[in-house]
């Protein structure tokens, strides 16, 4: 299984971006999907997760209201749309497929991870 991650890159504060993670697996429709980041010398950290049907989402509060998560399934993807972007939200971001159909804050519910795409913010 792998989960191509894509979209970052620097922007500056107030301005957007849109993150892809695109997935080779086959049963990828039937499974939550989630963005997590980690900033340098932090813990990586859940940003925002979609239930498989797309009928259930969840956000950091960091990002509520800023950003959007959204799904293809007839793709394999999965987006990001972050706006209003601030220096605070420069990390990598890493998507992640679930274990089952819903999402989930908790690492430890996903059972493959992206390589990750950096997001970095100038303010």
């Known amino acids: 299984v792998q989960l191509q991650a894509s979209g970052g890159g620097l922007v500056q504060a107030g301005g957007s971006l849109r993150l892809s993670c695109t997935a080779s697996r086959r049963t990828f429709s039937n499974n939550g999907m989630a963005w997590f980041r980690q900033a340098p010398e932090k813990e990586r950290e859940f940003v925002s997760g979609?239930?498989?049907?797309?009928?259930?989402?969840a956000y950091a509060d960091s990002v509520k209201g800023r950003f959007t998560i959204s799904r293809d399934n007839a793709k394999n993807t999965v987006y990001l749309q972050m706006g209003s972007l601030k220096p605070e939200d420069t990390a990598v971001y890493y998507c992640?497929?679930?274990?089952?159909?819903?999402?989930?804050?908790?690492?430890?519910?996903?059972?493959?991870w992206g390589q990750g795409t950096q997001v970095t913010v100038s303010s």
């Open positions: 979609i239930s498989w049907r797309g009928d259930f989402t």
């Open positions: 992640a497929e679930a274990r089952g159909s819903t999402a989930s804050r908790e690492r430890s519910f996903y059972n493959y």
